[in-house]
């Protein structure tokens, strides 16, 4: 079920508009990410990008809010370099940040397209790594695949 869209954080959007303006130089660092903590602080980070496979701004975001003592994240949104505006997180960053943060705004669209929408709605049908971890207190013999069953 899609949610109705939430107020769009304008502040956020512009952080991480300046951080790709001020911080994104040559290919390696080509996008920027800004979020809301619980607390309020904003978050900033960028890409970095590598043929192999280099963190997205959302995923540095991640550790940098971490690293800040942010662990409760409300808002989110990415920015390209070159004045591309805002751009939806790829697949993985979705996935992730479903995980981390599963109440998470997530702002995506342009020009007066621009929305806030829950992750959940960017990822239906979502598979949620946290629902297929073994609870600690159950033991592992009740489980699918238990001997006997």
């Known amino acids: 079920m899609i949610t109705p869209d939430h107020p769009v954080d304008h502040?956020?959007?512009e952080a991480a508009a300046h951080v790709a303006r001020t911080?994104?130089?040559g290919d390696n660092h080509t996008m920027a990410a800004a979020a809301r903590a619980k607390d309020g602080r904003i978050i900033t980070a960028?890409?970095?990008y590598h043929f192999t496979g280099g963190p997205c701004a959302e995923l540095?975001?991640?550790g940098a809010a971490a690293?800040?003592?942010?662990y409760d994240l409300e808002t989110i949104v990415a920015v390209g370099?070159?004045?591309r505006g805002v751009?939806?997180?790829c697949g993985r960053c979705r996935q992730v940040l479903l995980d981390y943060f599963p109440a998470l705004e997530v702002i995506v669209g342009a020009g007066d397209r621009i929305r806030s929408v829950l992750i959940t709605d960017l990822l239906p049908?979502?598979?949620?790594?946290?629902?297929h971890q073994l609870d600690a207190e159950q033991p592992a013999s009740d489980g699918p695949g238990a001997a006997g069953g």
Do not use: F, K, M, T
Not at 67 to 70: S, V
């Open 125 to 131: 049908e979502s598979y949620v790594w946290a629902d």
């Open 81 to 83: 370099d070159r004045e």
């Open 60 to 62: 540095v975001l991640i």
């Open 23 to 25: 911080r994104c130089r």
């Open 11 to 13: 502040e956020l959007i």
């Open 67 to 70: 690293a800040q003592g942010a």
């Open 46 to 48: 960028v890409n970095a």
């Open 87 to 89: 751009v939806p997180p």
